[in-house]
């Protein structure tokens, strides 16, 4: 009976071990999502004067991989800017592979610029040159992570924030604006 006993303790604690050596093994290989942050914008008002119905915003995208031993490679990344509820611009960053450093994080800088829709650029720099003015940013890919040369399955990422601009058509207080998840309640 006591032989048992100690046979019984003794798988139990070695389910226990090996069950929380699993555990920590799959924290260590789970990689994290990528981090997206806006750390520049900018809606140039320097033709303000002469009336002009067509205009251009400037932005610098960072995309940060927190993941020291994934690689990511992104599919085609859909970056659009709302103004209200009216579409500011689009714009389509073409794939591409964002690498690992054991170091630090390796971040990948987008620096760009896009076409404002026409009818809306007035109303914008109305809006900018009154007070300040609150864009969305909805941003969406599809990633893969490759982890100790082992693929992962395709993964969507869906990504907002709200940039708020001042009178001098830069990001207000000059913060970089984070990208979080997409709030399910928001969606139609």
């Known amino acids: 009976m006591c032989e048992t006993k100690n046979l019984c303790l003794w798988l139990v604690q070695l389910v226990y071990i090996l069950g929380l050596l699993?555990?920590?093994?799959?924290?260590?290989?789970?990689?994290?999502?990528?981090?997206?942050?806006?750390?520049k914008f900018s809606v140039p008002l320097t033709n303000h004067n002469n009336?002009?119905?067509?205009g251009r915003i400037e932005y610098e995208l960072d995309i940060k991989n927190p993941n020291r031993d994934s690689c990511i490679l992104y599919d085609d990344t859909f970056l659009t800017f709302y103004y209200g509820e009216d579409k500011v611009g689009n714009k389509t960053i073409p794939c591409f592979y964002q690498g690992r450093n054991r170091e630090k994080s390796e971040i990948h800088r987008l620096i760009d610029q896009m076409d404002v829709e026409t009818r809306l650029w007035t109303d914008l720099r109305k809006a900018i040159m009154n007070a300040s003015a609150e864009l969305r940013?909805?941003?969406?890919?599809?990633?893969?992570?490759?982890?100790?040369?082992?693929?992962?399955?395709?993964?969507?990422?869906?990504?907002?924030?709200?940039?708020?601009?001042?009178?001098?058509?830069?990001i207000l207080n000059n913060k970089e604006v984070k990208l979080r998840r997409a709030s399910k309640k928001w969606k139609l």
């Not at 093994?25 to 806006?38: F, G, K, T």
């Not at 009336?51 to 067509?54: F, K, L, Q, V």
């Open 22 to 39: 699993a555990f920590c093994l799959w924290l260590a290989v789970h990689p994290r999502s990528p981090a997206y942050s806006i750390i």
């Open 51 to 54: 009336g002009s119905s067509h």
């Open 137 to 170: 940013v909805d941003l969406s890919t599809k990633i893969v992570y490759y982890t100790w040369g082992i693929k992962s399955k395709q993964q969507g990422i869906n990504r907002e924030g709200k940039i708020r601009i001042g009178k001098d058509g830069m």
